[in-house]
């Protein structure tokens, strides 16, 4: 018995996933390679070699047809006389096959260095392979890494038996990442072309969705559903939410107690402000929902066209934009709906902003919602007095643009609390 292959399948097998059958299946190929190397390959055509599963002893040998007598044999390599045929087994016939062992201790050092580096090969070939099965089962997944070093186009970020490659493009803006620091990462390919090539991102808004599964339950389990997302990644991300039972609030169970929940995940993408909104059927109550954390006066919206006119108050419209028109692109995007927003003030001279528009309108326009919210007690004493338009890269226009300094004016999710002084002066400097 061969107990030291046997012990050393066992551990490739143990340590690398690598399959016995297929160890043994190498073994039995490298060995008939070595006869090739050793006998040439005309005289190794017919050779075979067969290694015992159970004890693990191996076996060389060519397979020969048996004829009459030796003046019959016309190729040495393929035939055996039938005398000289018995003597490995004393009950074959003419014309039947014979097994000829050959020793495998005849192979020179090069036969025998040739099988080795067959074996070889094929356990880098199996080990790569099974680190691909396992990798590519991790896609459009988030894993933990560690950061190895900073390379030409990224970050080289190890993920356990493989590493992966953050490149510039997908790391979020701004963020240092150092040497042995843990960071997590959505897996956004697996490649086994030329080699095993795992590519990650820190900016792909799956990574947000990814990292909400693993952190809420009532989402893992299925009780609330992410329905849609839109980021910009190290800045901010908007997320619609919906609950299938009417006793859990999904927004709640996402943001969690003392916004414990969504904290976590925050840290995790180094502050980035999460806004989670709850989804609904109705286009103008989800519009009103993804435009918060500014309040809406009206919404007149064209499932057809995909377009939605907006009504905000006068002193909301800066809000209602956001930053550079972040808050009404990332409500764009996370609607699907094409946004115009006016104030109430240019609302009044603009077809389309006005319910009477469509009372005796024949338009596909359909009004789906009005709202009644008392505004806020603070006072706004500036005025927007001449339209102005927005549209960003992705074509989503509003029909405002923000005013250099009130840009500056935006709410934070999670703050509940409002400096009204700083408002005041906002709003007066901007007149």
């Known amino acids: 018995m061969n107990k030291e292959l046997l012990e050393a399948l066992d551990l490739l097998e143990k340590e690398k996933q690598i399959s016995k059958e297929v160890m043994f299946e190498t073994i039995e190929t490298s060995l008939i390679a070595a006869c090739k190397n050793h006998f040439g390959k005309a005289d190794a055509a017919n050779m075979k070699a067969v290694v015992d599963r159970e004890t693990g002893d191996f076996m060389c040998f060519a397979v020969r047809q048996v004829v009459a007598t030796e003046e019959e044999v016309e190729d040495s390599t393929a035939q055996i006389s039938l005398e000289e045929a018995r003597k490995y087994n004393p009950d074959v016939q003419v014309d039947e096959t014979v097994n000829v062992e050959i020793k495998s201790k005849d192979f020179g050092r090069i036969a025998t260095q040739h099988a080795k580096n067959v074996i070889l090969q094929k356990i880098r070939e199996e080990e790569r392979s099974v680190v691909y099965n396992q990798y590519a089962g991790l896609e459009k997944k988030v894993v933990t890494g560690i950061v190895q070093r900073v390379v030409d186009r990224g970050v080289s970020i190890n993920l356990g038996k493989a590493d992966a490659l953050l490149l510039e493009s997908e790391m979020i803006k701004g963020e240092v990442l150092k040497p042995t620091q843990r960071v997590k990462v959505f897996i956004v390919e697996v490649s086994n072309r030329k080699g095993l090539r795992i590519t990650v991102s820190r900016t792909h808004p799956d990574l947000v969705k990814r990292l909400f599964e693993a952190e809420v339950t009532e989402i893992s389990d299925g009780t609330v559903e992410i329905m849609s997302i839109a980021r910009e990644a190290g800045s901010r991300t908007k ?133 009644d919210e008392e505004y806020d007690d603070e006072e706004y004493e500036g005025e927007y007095t001449e339209e102005e338009s927005y549209e960003d890269e992705d074509g989503y226009a509003d029909e405002a643009e923000e005013d250099e300094e009130a840009s500056e004016y935006e709410e934070d999710y999670y703050d509940d609390e409002a400096d009204e002084d700083a408002d005041d002066e906002d709003s007066a400097d901007s007149e």
Not at 241 to 267: L, T
Not at 324 to 335: F, I, S, V
Not at 357 to 364: G, P, R, T, V
Request: glycine letters at 6%; aromatic letters at 10%; hydrophobic letters at 35%.
């Open 239 to 371: 997320m619609a939410v919906r609950s299938h039972d009417e006793n859990v609030d999904a927004v709640g169970a996402c943001v969690g107690m003392n916004g414990s929940r969504v904290n976590a995940i925050v840290d995790e993408l180094n502050g980035e402000k999460i806004d989670i909104v709850p989804w609904d059927e109705n286009p103008g109550n989800f519009i009103q929902n993804a435009l918060a954390p500014s309040k809406v006066v009206a919404v007149f919206a064209d499932p057809d066209e995909k377009t939605a006119k907006v009504v905000v108050p006068d002193y909301q419209l800066s809000l209602a934009i956001g930053k550079e028109g972040q808050n009404a692109r990332l409500a764009a995007r996370l609607t699907g709906y094409k946004i115009d927003i006016k104030s109430e003030t240019q609302a009044k001279d603009a077809y389309g902003f006005r319910y009477e528009d469509y009372l005796d309108d024949d338009s596909e326009y359909e009004e789906y919602a009005e709202y």
